[in-house]
């Protein structure tokens, strides 16, 4: 390297005054440690420029200088710290962040507070829960009562129905049974308009009464249906009327009959009829 | 107490990284005027200058441990903290790059604002600025105080990039001479 010619360049005196980039600037500096008469030359023009810098020398004002003592002496202490200009203190560690989940800042006084205000509060709402469930289940077990008893109803009137079916059934069974022979008894002057029909098997002697317009008995009374047998008066039992009256009523057995007849007796019956008490009578059909 | 005047520069740079406070006072009683004059220079504001010239000093007492003597004297040194700490400052001022790309692309230079703060107290001063040509000191100052690159000189000087060391070169030459004359 031709140092002179180096050293003529300017790069000596670019370099003092901080004039080159970075690389230039460690080449420069290179050569420094590599040949003295650079490094005479650098330190030449170090000593002009800081003449130039002295000749601007201002004496600075008088309140720094005891400021600036004050911080290194206290230089290890917090308050050495804050005196220092901000991007001269130590890095401040940034305090701890409280670890995970959220910072509880209330007093432990107060929680209790808030805690008892909370359960009093979920006690009333328990409590007003508790009433209306109460009436609630007041009128689902009412509900339920009518229900079951509704339902018994049902149940009975079911089987009513099912007996008075089953009854009408053997009514009808009857009625179809050409085995049987149907007499009608009718009412004459004063018992006009009144009716009753036997029906008589006989075969298995058996007699059924259907007391179709008969007026309701005083209550020591009873209607008694006889059978004339070879001109004697034979009985065949007393029936009763009310609700009865509509369906048939199965009478004592009879082996014989000529002529069937009705009339109101005691109650329980007499064992001959009296005559003035005939009510309706009807003669058996060949 | 030891007259401070029998301070060798060895034993200042010991002292300094040995944080010895008496050695940090004489320091800041030497070259407090010239470190201050550097930063007032660069920033161009007394309040800011005061605020760099602490920064620059507690830069000096706390990395005094990475100066290195066979990189140069101590002075030079503490001189290069004080300007990149004043340049520092002024550029997070953002006051530097606003005034420098003003006067980019105005294309002319407010040459007043370069040499202000003259020195009062150092005698011959006026004498060695008024004989520093204009154009020759203004070179040395864009470069060293406000810590403009080539590129940007030669845009401001409006002379060819090539030439910026040369002129660079003459400038402390001249500056020099001058100062021979003192």
């Known amino acids: 390297?031709?140092?002179?010619?180096?050293?003529?360049?300017?790069?000596?005196?670019s370099y003092v005054v901080g004039l080159l980039p970075a690389q230039e600037a460690r080449e420069v500096e290179q050569a420094i440690s590599l040949y003295p008469e650079v490094k005479a030359a650098v330190d030449a023009c170090r000593q002009d420029m800081e003449r130039y810098v002295q000749l601007h020398?201002?004496?600075?004002?008088?309140?720094?200088?005891?400021?600036?003592?004050?911080?290194?002496?206290?230089?290890?202490s917090e308050e050495g710290e804050t005196l220092l200009p901000e991007e001269l203190r130590e890095p401040v560690m940034e305090e701890e962040a409280p670890p995970a989940g959220f910072k509880l800042s209330i007093p432990q006084v107060r929680i209790w507070q808030y805690a008892l205000v909370l359960a009093v509060v979920l006690l009333i709402i328990s409590l007003v829960m508790n009433v209306r469930y109460a009436d609630r289940h007041k009128t689902l077990k009412q509900q339920h009562e009518e229900l079951i008893s509704t339902h018994n109803q049902a149940i009975t009137d079911h089987q009513s129905l099912q007996s008075k079916l089953q009854h009408t059934e053997r009514e009808l069974l009857l009625l179809k049974d050409p085995a049987f022979k149907w007499t009608r008894l009718s009412g004459n002057s004063k018992h006009a308009g009144q009716f009753a029909s036997i029906g008589w098997n006989p075969q298995s002697k058996e007699v059924y009464l259907l007391a179709q317009s008969l007026p309701e008995p005083a209550a020591d009374q009873q209607y008694q249906l006889w059978a004339m047998v070879n001109g004697k008066p034979v009985d065949a039992?007393?029936?009763?009327?009310?609700?009865?009256?509509?369906?048939?009523?199965?009478?004592?057995d009879l082996a014989a009959a000529q002529v069937f007849f009705i009339t109101l007796e005691k109650k329980g019956g007499n064992a001959s009829p009296t005559p003035d008490q005939l009510f309706v009578s009807g003669k058996v059909n060949g | 107490m030891r007259p401070s005047l029998t301070y060798t520069e060895a034993e200042l740079v010991q002292g300094l990284k040995a944080r010895d406070e008496k050695v940090f006072s004489y320091l800041y009683d030497h070259y407090s005027p010239a470190l201050y004059g550097v930063a007032l220079k660069v920033v161009n504001d007394e309040n800011i200058a005061v605020d760099a010239l602490q920064e620059i000093f507690l830069k000096i007492w706390r990395s005094a441990e990475r100066y290195d003597p066979d990189k140069g004297r101590l002075f030079t040194w503490m001189l290069n903290i004080a300007r990149n700490t004043a340049i520092d400052t002024l550029?997070?001022?953002a006051h530097k790059l606003d005034q420098k790309m003003q006067e980019l692309s105005n294309g002319t230079l407010q040459w007043e604002k370069l040499s202000v703060q003259q020195s009062v107290d150092h005698l011959g001063l006026s004498k060695v600025l008024d004989?520093?040509?204009k154009e020759q000191r203004v070179i040395i100052d864009l470069a060293y105080y406000r810590g403009c690159t080539q590129d940007e000189i030669a845009k401001l000087l409006d002379?060819?990039?090539?030439?910026?060391?040369?002129?660079?070169?003459?400038?402390?030459?001249?500056?020099?001479?001058?100062?021979k004359q003192v």
């Open chain 1, 237 to 252: 039992g007393v029936f009763e009327m009310g609700p009865q009256h509509t369906t048939l009523q199965k009478m004592k």
């Open chain 1, 57 to 76: 020398a201002i004496t600075p004002p008088k309140g720094i200088r005891k400021r600036l003592m004050e911080v290194i002496e206290n230089e290890d």
């Open chain 1, 1 to 13: 390297m031709d140092v002179q010619r180096y050293i003529s360049s300017g790069i000596i005196e």
């Open chain 2, 91 to 93: 550029r997070s001022r």
């Open chain 2, 159 to 179: 002379i060819p990039l090539g030439t910026v060391k040369t002129r660079m070169r003459n400038a402390i030459i001249q500056l020099r001479n001058l100062l």
């Open chain 2, 131 to 133: 004989q520093l040509n």
